[in-house]
C-alpha cells in the first residue's frame, strides 16, 4: 500500500485543537451552525419516530454491512462480473493517484476539456478537480452547495450540506461576484437562489458530453450503481451525457436489491429528515439508445483495506454518508467542518480519516480527540457505528505511536513522576508537605485559571480548583486520635 493514501490534505491543514480555535473565533458561522444542524436534528426525529420498526432497520443495515464487509473480495468480485454483463467497464484504484490518473485518461481521450459533475464524497477525497485543472479540464460541480463551495474557492464544511458555513445573504453575493448572468436585483430566498443556479447551469447540461459521480451504494448481484439526490441535478448527469465515469469507494457494495431496500429506507430520514429521497437514480452499465453509451467504474481502495484490516475501527467503513452524527455532534456544532482537515468531517470523519490517512502526520493524531464521548453520535447512526468506542481504541493508538517515535516528552515525564511519587508512601508524602502550601500559593482563593506552558492545554478549558487545606490522611489522623484520647474503640 502507497504511504499516500486516504484523503488529500487540505492547504494549511493544522491540528484539531489549533484549527479550532479559529474556528471558534467565527460568531456568525457558529450561530448558522447551530440553526441549521438543530433544524435538520428535529426533521430527522420525526421521520424516525414514525417508524416502529426503526431499531430492526438499524440492526439490519449493521448486519448486511458487517457480512459485506467480512467477504468484500467476493462481492467485490462479484459486482465486476456483472458491471462488465451489462456493458460496463470496470477499473481498480489502490489510491488517489491512480484513480485521478485513470479518470483524467478517460476525459482525455475524449477529447473534452469540460466535465459535469454529481455531488461526491470521494472525488473531494481524491482532490479529482484539482487534478483535471492543473491539466487543463475543468471540471463543473452541478450540487447547488457544493457550487456554492466551487465559487467561493472554499472547502466543504459538511457531509450532505457541504455550504453550511455560509448563510443566504452569502451566497447571494457570492452568485452576484462569481456566477455569470447572475441579476443585479437577486434575492437571497433559497426559491430565488436555487432558481439562478439552474439557469445557469441548465445550458452546462445540454452541452455536456462527460460526467464524473461518486455511488452511494453499488449492487453486487446485478452491477446496479445507486445514487440519491435531492435537486435533479444527478439525474441531469446520469442521462444526458454520451460518458459516465463513476468513481466509488470499494466499501460502497452491498449484496442484493433487497439489502438495498434497507438502506433506501435508512439513509433519507437520517441525513435530510426525509421519507424518501426526492430522486434516486439506478443505471446498470449500458443500454443502446438510453442514457451514457460508455459507462466506466472505478472502483477506489485508499486506505479502505488498512481500515478494513482493523477488527475495531473497521466498522466505520458501514459509514452511509448519511450526516447524523455531525448534526448532534455538540464539537461540530461549535467548530463546524473546516477544523478536521479533511472532506470527512465531525465524528465519522474523526475515526474514518485517521484510518485512511494513518497516524504519521500531527493532524490525523490530534482527531481522534476531536470529541466530548458524549454517545449521540451513535445514538443516532442508522448503521450503529460505535464512534465512542472506535475514538477511544484509536487514541490508545495515537498513543503507542507517539510513545514509540518519541513524541510528547513532556507528558511522558510527568507520568512517570506522578507514578513514582504515588507508587512510594515516603515521596507521597512529601510531596503532600511541600505540595499543598506551595499550591495554596499558586491558586489564590479562587483556583488556577491560567496555569503556564504545557498547563495552559488543561486551563483553556477548565479551572484547577483550590487545594483542601489538609490532606484525607491528615483530616483523618485528627478524627481517630480525638476517639482514641477519649478512650473509645476508634473506627476501622
Not at 286 to 302: A, E, I, S, T
Request: charged letters at 25%.
Amino acid at each position: 500500500m502507497s504511504p499516500a493514501t486516504g484523503p488529500v490534505r487540505w492547504p494549511g491543514a493544522q491540528p484539531f485543537p489549533q484549527a479550532a480555535a479559529v474556528q471558534l473565533g467565527k460568531a456568525e458561522q457558529r450561530a448558522t451552525l447551530e440553526r441549521v444542524t438543530h433544524q435538520i436534528r428535529a426533521k430527522r426525529a420525526a421521520v424516525v419516530a414514525e417508524r416502529d420498526d426503526w431499531e430492526d432497520l438499524r440492526r439490519a443495515g449493521e448486519r448486511i454491512k458487517d457480512r459485506t464487509l467480512r467477504h468484500l473480495d467476493s462481492y467485490l468480485e462479484q459486482a465486476e462480473q456483472a458491471l462488465v454483463r451489462a456493458g460496463a467497464i470496470v477499473h481498480w484504484a489502490a489510491d488517489a493517484a491512480q484513480a485521478n490518473h485513470i479518470v483524467h485518461r478517460l476525459v482525455r481521450d475524449t477529447g473534452q476539456r469540460e466535465v459535469v459533475k454529481v455531488k461526491s464524497m470521494v472525488t473531494a477525497e481524491i482532490g479529482l478537480n484539482e487534478y483535471l485543472a492543473d491539466r487543463g479540464i475543468t471540471a463543473i460541480e452541478t450540487d447547488l452547495a457544493e457550487l456554492i463551495v466551487q465559487l467561493g474557492d472554499d472547502l466543504p464544511s459538511h457531509i450532505v450540506v457541504p455550504a453550511i458555513h455560509r448563510n443566504r445573504r452569502e451566497i447571494r453575493d457570492l452568485l452576484a461576484e462569481r456566477m455569470p448572468g447572475t441579476p443585479a436585483d437577486l434575492g437571497d430566498s433559497p426559491a430565488e437562489l436555487a432558481a439562478q443556479a439552474r439557469r445557469h447551469l441548465r445550458e452546462t447540461f445540454l452541452r455536456a458530453r462527460v460526467a464524473v459521480s461518486g455511488a452511494n451504494f453499488v449492487v453486487a448481484e446485478t452491477g446496479t450503481l445507486v445514487v440519491v439526490e435531492s435537486e435533479g441535478n444527478g439525474r441531469m448527469c446520469l442521462t444526458l451525457p454520451e460518458r459516465l465515469i463513476t468513481v466509488v469507494g470499494i466499501e460502497k457494495v452491498v449484496p442484493t436489491f433487497a439489502d438495498l431496500e434497507v438502506f433506501l429506507q435508512l439513509l433519507p430520514r437520517s441525513s435530510t429528515g426525509e421519507r424518501m429521497n426526492p430522486y434516486t437514480s439506478l443505471w446498470t452499465g449500458v443500454k443502446p439508445g438510453d442514457g451514457p453509451q460508455q459507462v466506466h467504474v472505478v472502483f477506489l481502495d485508499n486506505g479502505r483495506t488498512r481500515a478494513l484490516a482493523d477488527p475495531v475501527g473497521r466498522q466505520a467503513l458501514r459509514c452511509i454518508r448519511c450526516s447524523a452524527c455531525l448534526n448532534v455532534c455538540p464539537v461540530y456544532e461549535r467548530t463546524g467542518g473546516h477544523a478536521y482537515g479533511s472532506v470527512y468531517p465531525g465524528p465519522i470523519g474523526a475515526i474514518l480519516t485517521p484510518q485512511l490517512r494513518g497516524l504519521g502526520d500531527r493532524v490525523d493524531r490530534s482527531l481522534p480527540y476531536a470529541s466530548s464521548l458524549c454517545g449521540a453520535c451513535f445514538e443516532v447512526c442508522p448503521v450503529r457505528i460505535d464512534i465512542p468506542r472506535v475514538l477511544i481504541h484509536l487514541r490508545a493508538k495515537v498513543v503507542d505511536h507517539e510513545r514509540s517515535h518519541g513524541s510528547n516528552l513532556v507528558e511522558r515525564t510527568a507520568f512517570r513522576a506522578a507514578t513514582a511519587g504515588l507508587g512510594n508512601r515516603a515521596l507521597y508524602q512529601v510531596g503532600l508537605r511541600v505540595g499543598l502550601p506551595l499550591a495554596h500559593v499558586v491558586a489564590g482563593q479562587d483556583g488556577v485559571r491560567d496555569l503556564p506552558s504545557v498547563g495552559g492545554r488543561w486551563t483553556q478549558s477548565r479551572d484547577v480548583p483550590q487545594p483542601p487545606r489538609q490532606s484525607f490522611r491528615a483530616w483523618w489522623a485528627e478524627q481517630t486520635r480525638g476517639e482514641r484520647g477519649s478512650g473509645g474503640e476508634g473506627l476501622s
